[in-house]
């Protein structure tokens, strides 16, 4: 049996040979002479996507626990539209989670669901826009929406790092507050590579200030004498959520609806920049890490290094930039071309709601309750934190503006 392997830049996969005839193995003459017919011989290859990749059947009791839940959630958003079917979905994911406790057998569907299921939603999401209409529409309101979200994702660091929440969280909760909740948390997750239970996180503390506006800037459009062109600018500004957005604007009255919904949807766009930027220092700190481990190879690599075959490799746009954003950028612009059906918009984007609570829901059950607990009160106190600040700084912004 042979086998061998090395670490690092160039790095081989384990091959093991092993010898498959009748008679124990003897030692191979060097060269070719007097060598005899060669033998059998089985090529197992460790890491092969057959023997690693869980088979189709492994996904089935996850999907359908996932599924269950889901459509669940589903139900209390129609009857909550102010909660929804996404934060629905991971409050009853965590849920069944402690009280069930999914043994091993659900945890390939589960993961399947939580990922890949959420990388389709995120390319559906574009069928719900159309970018030409959007941003004609959200012209007068693009300052508003470029400050504020500038300086949410700044105090979000900031803020985030004197508070001790970690880098994931910390980008989860900067970018659903600062565009658009659960969805943009859905959008960033997969570049970012978050863990479940700081989703799980995210989306809560995102779902809290949610009911918080709801309560509040009504009241305080009221209170300062704004009218509903200028308060729906600011409600599509500074609440996080669509169905929140239009629960605030319904509640003030007059055209804010329309104007809310509009803004909003510009500020959605926002999600395709922010994941561009952070797949690049995604890739950035990766090439690092891999320079900064190779610093101690051996003299193989040193001779790689030193011809020029060590240095990284050229960025490609496929590499850079995440496949389910692309779809979703060629969705938004088959929208845009009309080359979608008008019917099919509906559906569409039905169906991108569902599978994001299908994802949602699949995190919610592969959380830990017991990590969320150390975790503690930090990101929550972030999140109100931004709240305040995107509060303000939307108001400040329309005020210079003579938007308010």
């Not at 059947?57 to 139900?75: F, I, Q």
């Not at 890949?116 to 209409?133: N, W």
């Not at 943009?184 to 997750?189: G, K, S």
């Not at 949807?265 to 690092?288: D, E, F, S, W, Y």
């Amino acid at each position: 049996m042979i086998g061998g392997y090395r670490t690092g830049r160039g790095a081989r996969t384990v091959v093991i040979m092993k010898d498959i005839s009748a008679s124990p193995p003897a030692e191979a003459p060097r060269g070719n002479a007097g060598a005899g017919p060669a033998r059998p011989r089985r090529l197992l290859v460790r890491g092969s996507p057959r023997r690693s990749a869980p088979r189709a059947a492994a996904l089935l009791p996850g999907l359908a626990l996932a599924l269950a839940v889901a459509a669940a959630a589903t139900a209390v958003g129609r009857l909550l539209p102010v909660v929804g079917g996404p934060v629905a979905g991971i409050a009853l994911g965590v849920l069944v989670a402690v009280a069930a406790r999914p043994g091993e057998r659900t945890r390939p569907g589960v993961d399947f669901a939580g990922r890949r299921v959420l990388q389709a939603a995120v390319v559906l999401l574009g069928a719900r826009l159309s970018l030409g209409q959007v941003l004609r529409a959200g012209a007068d309101s693009l300052p508003v929406t470029l400050v504020t979200l500038t300086v949410c994702l700044v105090a979000a660091q900031w803020i985030g790092r004197r508070l001790g929440v970690l880098g994931d969280l910390r980008t989860l909760i900067g970018v659903g507050t600062g565009v658009c909740g659960a969805s943009a948390i859905a959008a960033v997750t997969p570049v970012v590579g978050a863990a479940g239970a700081e989703v799980a996180y995210a989306v809560s503390t995102i779902f809290v200030f949610n009911i918080a506006a709801v309560l509040v800037f009504p009241l305080l459009g009221h209170l300062l004498d704004m009218d509903p062109h200028a308060f729906g600018t600011f409600a599509g500004t500074a609440v996080n959520d669509m169905s929140s957005v239009v629960a605030v604007a319904r509640a003030y009255g007059g055209d804010a609806t329309d104007q809310a919904v509009v803004v909003k949807l510009a500020r959605t766009l926002m999600i395709v920049p922010i994941c561009l930027g952070l797949a690049a220092l995604a890739r950035r700190r990766a090439g690092r890490a891999e320079a900064e481990g190779s610093t101690g190879a051996g003299p193989e690599d040193e001779a790689d290094a030193g011809s020029g075959l060590g240095r990284p490799a050229p960025v490609r746009i496929t590499r850079l930039v995440p496949w389910f954003l692309l779809g979703f950028l060629a969705l938004a612009a088959a929208h845009t071309a009309g080359l979608l059906p008008a019917a099919a918009h509906g559906p569409l984007g039905a169906l991108a709601g569902f599978l994001i609570t299908l994802a949602l829901s699949a995190i919610g059950l592969s959380t830990d309750p017991a990590r969320l607990r150390r975790t503690g009160p930090a990101p929550l106190l972030l999140g109100g934190c931004l709240w305040l600040v995107v509060t303000a700084t939307g108001l400040a912004v329309q005020f210079l503006t003579g938007h308010l």
